[in-house]
T-cell receptor, first 116, second 114 residues
Framework: AQTVTQSQPEMSVQEAETVTLSCTYD???????LFWYKQPPSRQMILVIR??????QNATENRFSVNFQKAAKSFSLKISDSQLGDAAMYFC?????????????FGKGTKLSVIP | GAGVSQSPSNKVTEKGKDVELRCDPI?????LYWYRQSLGQGLEFLIY????????KSGLPSDRFSAERTGGSVSTLTIQRTQQEDSAVYLC????????????FGPGTRLTVT
């Protein structure tokens, strides 16, 4: 079974600065997806960014980018130019590519605060 | 278009009572997932439905939990004889097809068992 670990329960960042959230995972599979989801107080889970394991290039979505280290099983999220609206819980998630195994496995989350 | 909707938004129930939580997926989405988010925990997979196939119930924590999906659309998660440890946010997600990488989440139902 896969596991996802987020070792930082809480983080804070000054507005306009950069912050990196950490995530490690354990799997015996070679192909899979990794995701970062954002959950604001409204509870709505929002997909921030995804990474396919077979792609060496790190995914980027505007101010959000990842550092994917497959051998180390590490998948960190970098948020540049932090904004007040970035304050939320952030969850790292893993999804297998195997048929019938499409559910997401989540870490316990990191609560990000943005200081004005 | 409309997103995933869930009802009720909040539910308070007494220990031992049964509760039903409802999920309306995005129209046309064939895959539907239920997750549970306990305080301070990540999301825990409960069950998923794909079309007319038998659901994957491997995440259900006990036989007090069950779910059905009628007509390939609306789903109901039922918890019988609720316990205090059932208190959590129950999130539903749907995706276009089973293998779609993106799951779209609803706002969840916060269940409190007193």
């Amino acid at each position: 079974a896969q596991t996802v670990t987020q070792s930082q329960p809480e983080m804070s960042v000054q507005e306009a600065e950069t912050v990196t959230l950490s995530c490690t995972y354990d799997t015996s599979e070679s192909d899979y997806y990794l995701f970062w989801y954002k959950q604001p107080p409204s509870r709505q889970m929002i997909l921030v960014i995804r990474q396919e394991a077979y792609k060496q290039q790190n995914a980027t979505e505007n101010r959000f980018s990842v550092n994917f280290q497959k051998a180390a099983k590490s998948f960190s999220l970098k948020i540049s130019d932090s904004q007040l609206g970035d304050a939320a819980m952030y969850f790292c998630a893993y999804r297998s590519l195997g048929a019938g195994s499409y559910q997401l496995t989540f870490g316990k989350g990191t609560k990000l605060s943005v200081i004005p | 278009g409309a997103g995933v909707s869930q009802s009720p938004s909040n539910k308070v129930t007494e220990k031992g009572k049964d509760v039903e939580l409802r999920c309306d997926p995005i129209s046309g989405h064939t895959a539907l997932y239920w997750y549970r988010q306990s305080l301070g925990q990540g999301l825990e997979f409960l069950i998923y439905f794909q079309g007319n196939s038998a659901p994957d119930k491997s995440g259900l924590p006990s036989d007090r939990f069950s779910a059905e999906r009628t007509g390939g659309s609306v789903s109901t998660l039922t918890i019988q004889r609720t316990q205090q440890e059932d208190s959590a946010v129950y999130l539903c997600a749907s995706s276009l097809v089973e293998g779609s990488y993106e799951q779209y989440f609803g706002p969840g139902t916060r269940l409190t068992v007193t």
